[in-house]
């Protein structure tokens, strides 16, 4: 099985020693069968030398982007104060995030896709594209953002800017708004897709592991995750029309049961499409620990199901050695 890890290197101790601390860990990630990081460039002070270890430690790397940590000036989704109130009364929670309606937001991602190829895209092997969506679909559709953007948008399809009550109840609201959502998302990614295309570096992208309506979602947590399709993330289209070349979706569920259905309905929804599969997995993630039996199951889970290519997320640094051991077992297979 090849294996790759998102890699968050919390491990690097200080910028001066970011060579030093990353070639140990990667030493440590290709002894166990590790063959591709994916590397957390919001965290990375010197991504040259931590690129160095990596080519010392035979190791691949892809750029792991995050367009709220990566991006400067990032539009953010406008909603009054009126809005934010009632988000935290109702939801519990008062959810920021970028607007990926907002015409800046896909030129400033595009231009840092490009920069990042520009300076290290011959010594890369790909871009990773994470949180490549809106956030979590009951705060953004019920709290609309007010952005000039978005009031344009909707001034010219609806004859409004900003929905009132029983407009959020209509069809024809729901389709329009989610559409253009995921039109302007999609934009976005075949931008940065025929960047990596003319520079042959491969275009990844971290998956949320629902994509319609998985009946995993944990009591869904209303900041928590959400339908891929509704938050303008339509990867099966997306693979679909070429535009990406790697789905791995974030399958952490800490039931096995869940985790397999998951795996499943990833192979349905992608057979016969264009993008390489990968399974996410978790050692530890925001829906709990997986112990290291259960992490094992995993592995063998995805093998049974004749995937041939696994990526592994903690949310802490991945060293306890028994998870390093369980990899190397499944990466010779
Ligand atoms: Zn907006």
């Known amino acids: 099985m090849h294996i790759s890890i998102w890699d968050s290197p919390r491990y690097i101790t200080s910028p001066d020693t970011t060579y030093a601390d990353t070639?140990?860990?990667l030493k440590r990630f290709a002894d166990a069968g590790v063959r591709r990081v994916l590397v957390y460039k919001a965290y990375l002070a010197d991504l040259d030398a931590y690129l160095n270890a990596a080519r010392d430690a035979g190791v691949a790397v892809e750029i792991w982007m995050h367009p709220e940590r990566m991006i400067k000036n990032v539009p953010m989704r406008v909603l009054t104060d009126a809005q934010k109130r009632a988000m935290r009364?109702?939801?519990?929670?008062?959810l920021l995030f970028p607007c990926p309606n907002h015409p800046e937001y896909r030129r400033q991602l595009v231009a840092l896709a490009k920069s990042l190829l520009d300076q290290y895209g011959d010594r890369i092997a790909g871009l990773h594209l994470d949180y490549l969506r809106s956030a979590n679909f009951i705060c953004c559709f019920y709290y609309p953002c007010g952005c000039e953007a978005c009031r344009a948008e909707r001034k010219r399809y609806f004859g409004f800017e900003m929905p009132s009550e029983e407009d959020l109840k209509q069809p024809w609201y729901i389709y329009k708004e989610t559409a253009r959502l995921n039109a302007h998302i999609?934009?976005?990614i075949a931008d940065i897709h025929r960047l990596t295309h003319d520079a042959g570096r491969n275009l990844s992208m971290a998956a949320r592991c629902d994509y319609i309506n998985s009946p995993d979602i944990f009591a869904r947590?209303?900041?928590?995750?959400?339908?891929?399709?509704l938050e303008g993330q339509d990867w099966a289209e997306w693979s679909d029309a070429g535009i990406i070349d790697e789905i791995i979706p974030m399958n952490y569920h800490p039931i096995l049961a869940n985790f397999t259905d998951n795996l499943k309905a990833h192979l349905r929804i992608l057979e016969g499409s264009?993008?390489?599969?990968?399974s996410g997995l978790a050692s530890l993630s925001s829906m709990g620990p997986i112990p290291i039996a259960d992490f094992r199951d995993r592995l063998q889970a995805i093998q049974?199901?004749?995937?041939?290519s696994a990526c592994?997320?903690?949310?802490?640094?991945?060293?306890?050695?028994?998870y390093l051991q369980a990899?190397?077992?499944?990466a010779q297979t």
């Not at 009364?89 to 008062?94: F, T």
């Not at 264009?274 to 990968?278: D, E, G, M, V």
């Not at 990899?327 to 499944?330: G, N, S, V």
Request: without cysteine; proline residues 4%; charged residues 25%.
């Open 23 to 25: 070639l140990a860990a």
């Open 274 to 278: 264009k993008a390489k599969f990968t």
């Open 221 to 229: 947590p209303v900041w928590g995750l959400g339908p891929a399709t």
């Open 186 to 188: 999609t934009a976005t």
């Open 312 to 322: 592994v997320f903690s949310s802490r640094d991945l060293t306890g050695e028994e």
């Open 327 to 330: 990899i190397r077992d499944f």
């Open 304 to 308: 049974d199901a004749g995937v041939s």
């Open 89 to 94: 009364e109702n939801l519990d929670i008062e």
